[in-house]
């Protein structure tokens, strides 16, 4: 394993635990989304946390000197998916974040079962897309 993937993810603990601590609140990307919209009270906070997430995307970028994704897809495909995606992690009130990484961490039965829905639905979709490319 990679000693960054091990340093990112010690971050990310940090920094989840630090707004848990700090400000009482989740790190679970959709909901901090969603709450950039929800008024002036809401709003900076989690403005400046969305901030932080794009700058942080640039600065590796521009450190490593990684050229970044590259989508083969049309954006008329992309942003349909985006928007599926964003549908679903209201109906699965939060994404993967939120549940995965904070939600598993306070020990809610809710999270854990949508962690294990997300990665046993992960797995099966590779598993199948496996098959089919093998065709």
Partial sequence: MSIYAILGGVCIGIG????????????GISGIFYQS??????????????????????????ASGDPG????????????GAFL???GTRMGSGCTSGHGICGIARFSRRS?????????????TVFVQSLVWEL
């Fill in 16 to 27: 989840a635990m630090l707004l848990m601590v700090l400000n009482g609140r989740i790190a």
């Fill in 37 to 62: 919209f929800d008024g002036p009270k809401h709003r900076n906070w989690a403005l400046f946390f969305l901030a932080g997430l794009c700058l942080g995307v640039v600065i590796h970028l521009w």
């Fill in 69 to 80: 994704p590259v989508f083969d897809m049309p954006l008329s495909t992309l942003l349909p």
């Fill in 85 to 87: 995606v964003g549908v």
């Fill in 112 to 124: 854990i079962v949508a962690t294990i829905v997300f990665m046993g639905s992960a797995f099966i």
